[in-house]
């Protein structure tokens, strides 16, 4: 039993720090990084390739530093402090699990590296406008051809999808729309024709898309993973990208937290510091609980994502989105009425993290859906 | 960063499981799990086999029986017994009374006391709370005046659990009413139950059991030599007593023991063609409170990695007060969902549960239906007791908000 970071892992956690209180830390900076074209700054991304954060979870057979799950958590946390809109992520966390997971060695080879440098950036093309929150639910067609596939369909809010030089796919091979088997991952080069999208703005200052595929053709050699058994393959890596989104979340409520004690011991009224009140230290109070409830249940997350049984992992990081969601939000609404008038400006940064942590509980299954999930799995107490 | 015990510890576990397993009088443990009221000897008779063992006061200086344990071993001991459900030491005597003597008492004392409180042949009970001192304890009138070699006694405690069972109990006293803060005139005193002049009254709580008191005081005569420490010091010996009391606050084993039991009797209970566990709303309410648990039980050995840190002697962590919160209410909402597996039959009121010859037996329903209504309604205590919720606010507001 140990909660403590490594020697690497602390001189990851300084550096990053460091990198990103230089690029984030005049607040104004950010807006000017989401006004850009690309929604985010390619010169921060750079500085990310330069720090080795974005090769971090690679394997070092591909250029790689081999971290695992608490590097992962490391570097999300510090994002989620930072409120960096960057695709970490997506692009790294989620996108390259996925290909180093289930790739050719080809694909491997020629994808891994550029994006390490920070010269490529993947997307995973998944949500669909009836799925809600069920990675199983896909009506995206690929059919076969020859020795190819060829995708027809929508996609819906594919982060970083306006940017994304490559898409990882969720098409339907075989069965029924909702099927568990069936589903096949394509990793498609952005550029192949019939392929359009449509980028725009989030409420948390990233970049999404909505994405077409209209008879788009992808190499069989571009399938990751298996043919129809992309799902067991996909559910790791986004219970991978969960646990990381708990760490973020955790980052950004510790944060708004600090920072809402901050204000409550300077902002005065009636001739004193509005933190002096009982009834709002005990708000704060609450606040606090429920960071350390977060921060816990993002750590069992992180140290949950190697277990060999994927029954036992999905729950575990279910469980952790169940808190990490109700946390974001009680901490976001108690945030914002502590501070009065000026949280609910735009100007204001902690504003800003409430909704980053807004819209943390709905990626990748709010609080319910994954209340529902562990409920269904049986609980999270294994019998005695 | 890793979840996992060590092998020493992991055997250690495994040796406290099977001594439980191996000890525990299957009457005491049947009891537990119906949630009936356990008496004396089912206290008494556990805590010598403890002590047979040397395992009664793990936490006391290893000179007195303590076993020098780390924080963690500490932990997995406490949650192996919350979990058998075996019963807790008595608290007045292990975490309290004994470690204040063993620290701060005189060689007789600790001769006369010490070996005695740990194998409960001395009973004791705590003396602090007032009708008028209770978050405020500072604020307690009982006084001692000094006359000759005793103390003269006068005033009233309240809430003294389980007075009627005690030999001894400890005291917090005024012994200067001058000072010139309330805080600084307080003495601690250890008291013969049996001395003329003391009366004790039962207090009813909601459940209909009896496990509260007042006690009153009426010129008792107290030796001097039963002082503890310095006259006017007791303030800090109850600072000490209370940080070891938020210890094990968190309860980890037995709301895990109960959510075991909930989901194991909402299997059994009949809803239309279903049982109460096949309906989503029940399971999705049980998952939501073993959720909050596992969150609970990484925020606890959070604060037992961080005990190891500040040692032995180290200030208690402020963080225990999350325990003591969230513990407390995990707790009464084991309470709620075990309600809900009885339905109907919450409904009728046993006289009196401590008194076995009264309890609705036969039982009205189902077997664990009887303890269902009158824990939800005495668990409401928790979040009351120990420093009341709130007040674990204002520790939190103050010693880590820093308000």
């Known amino acids: ?384 | 960063m890793d979840l996992n015990l060590t092998a020493e510890e992991a055997a250690f576990r495994d040796e406290v499981r099977a001594f439980i397993a191996r000890e525990l009088s299957p009457e005491t443990r049947a009891k537990m799990i119906l949630g009936r009221e356990i008496g004396k000897k089912d206290i008494v008779d556990w805590q010598r086999k403890l002590n047979a063992r040397g395992w009664a006061v793990p936490n006391w200086p290893v000179e007195y029986g303590g076993q020098g344990w780390s924080p963690m071993q500490e932990y997995l001991f406490q949650t192996e017994i919350e979990q058998a459900p075996a019963p807790a030491s008595l608290p007045f005597n292990t975490s309290m009374v004994g470690p204040v003597i063993a620290t701060f008492g005189s060689a007789e004392q600790k001769a006369k006391f010490l070996p005695a409180t740990a194998n409960l042949d001395i009973w004791w009970c705590q003396g602090f709370s007032e009708p008028g001192a209770g978050s405020d304890l500072a604020g307690l009138k009982t006084t001692a005046r000094r006359e000759g070699d005793v103390y003269v006694v006068n005033g009233q405690k309240t809430w003294t659990t389980m007075a009627q069972y005690a030999d001894w109990i400890f005291m917090l006293v005024r012994t200067n009413p001058q000072a010139e803060k309330k805080q600084q005139g307080i003495s601690f005193l250890l008291i013969d139950m049996k001395t003329p002049g003391i009366t004790v009254r039962p207090i009813q709580l909601l459940d209909g059991g009896h496990e509260v008191n007042e006690v009153f005081f009426d010129e008792v005569k107290v030796p001097v030599e039963n002082l503890v420490g310095e006259e006017n010091r007791g303030w800090d010996y109850a600072k000490f007593l209370l940080g070891n009391e938020r210890m094990g606050i968190a309860r980890v084993g037995v709301s895990r023991q109960r959510l075991r039991r909930v989901r194991e009797l909402a299997a059994l209970e009949r809803v239309g063609d279903e049982t109460l566990l096949d309906q989503p709303w029940f399971r999705e309410k049980l998952a939501n409170t073993e959720i909050e648990l596992k969150a609970l039980e990484i925020t606890q050995l959070r604060v037992v990695a961080e005990a190891r840190k500040r040692g032995k002697h180290g200030q208690p962590d402020p963080n225990s007060s999350i325990l003591k919160i969230r513990g407390s209410e995990i707790q009464q909402a084991t309470t709620e969902l075990m309600m809900d597996v009885v339905g109907p039959f919450v409904a009728p009121f046993p006289a009196s549960i401590d008194d076995e010859d009264q309890t609705n037996d036969p039982p009205i329903g189902p077997d664990y239906a009887a303890a269902a209504g009158p824990t939800y309604f005495n668990w409401r205590k928790i979040s009351i007791y120990g420093g009341s919720n709130e007040i674990q606010r204002n520790i939190i507001a103050k010693a880590i908000l820093g308000f």
């Open chain 1, 1 to 384: 039993m140990d909660f403590d970071l490594n020697d690497d892992q602390r001189l990851i956690k300084e550096s990053l720090g460091k990198l990103l209180s230089s690029r984030y830390g005049d607040f104004a900076k950010r807006d000017s990084y989401i006004k850009q074209q690309d929604g985010f700054d390619r010169a921060v991304w750079a500085d990310y390739a330069e720090a080795g954060i974005l090769a971090l979870p690679l394997p070092e057979a591909h250029g790689g530093f081999g971290g695992g799950p608490v590097e992962t958590m490391i570097v999300l946390e510090e994002i989620g402090a930072a409120l960096a809109i960057e695709p970490y992520l997506t692009a790294i966390v989620l996108c390259c699990g996925l290909i180093v997971r289930g790739g050719s060695d080809a694909v491997k080879a020629d994808i891994l590296p550029k994006i390490a440098s920070g010269a490529a950036i993947a997307a995973l093309a998944q949500v669909e406008r009836g799925s809600r929150f069920d990675l199983h639910d896909v009506s995206l067609a690929a059919r076969k051809d020859g020795d190819h596939y060829v995708l027809e369909g929508e996609k819906s809010v594919v982060i970083g999808g306006g940017v994304a030089d490559h898409f990882i796919v969720t098409a339907r091979t075989s069965g029924q729309r909702r099927d568990l088997s069936g589903i096949t991952l394509f990793l498609v080069d952005a550029k192949t024709p019939g392929v359009s999208r449509r980028a725009y703005p989030t409420q948390d200052g990233y970049q999404a898309a909505e994405i077409s595929f209209g008879q788009v053709r992808v190499p069989a050699a571009q399938i990751i993973g298996t043919l129809d058994q992309g799902l067991p393959l996909l559910r790791r890596s986004v219970d991978e990208a969960i646990a990381g989104l708990c760490a973020e979340a955790v980052g950004a409520m510790a944060a708004l937290t600090e920072m809402t004690i901050d204000y409550l011991k300077t902002r005065k009224q009636f001739g004193v510091a509005i933190g002096s009140f009982q009834a709002l230290q005990h708000r704060a109070v609450d606040m606090q609980v429920q960071l350390e409830q977060a921060r816990s249940m993002a750590i069992f997350a992180t140290l949950s994502v190697d277990e060999e049984d994927a029954a036992t992992r999905s729950t575990a990081v279910s469980a952790a989105k169940v808190q990490i969601g109700r946390a974001a939000r009680f901490i976001g609404q108690t945030a914002t009425q502590l501070h009065g008038g000026i949280g609910v400006t735009q100007e204001y940064k902690g504003g800003h993290y409430f909704k980053r942590l807004t819209m943390i509980d709905q990626m990748f299954g709010d609080s319910e859906h994954h209340l529902r999930l562990v409920a269904a799995a049986g609980g999270l107490l294994p019998a005695a």
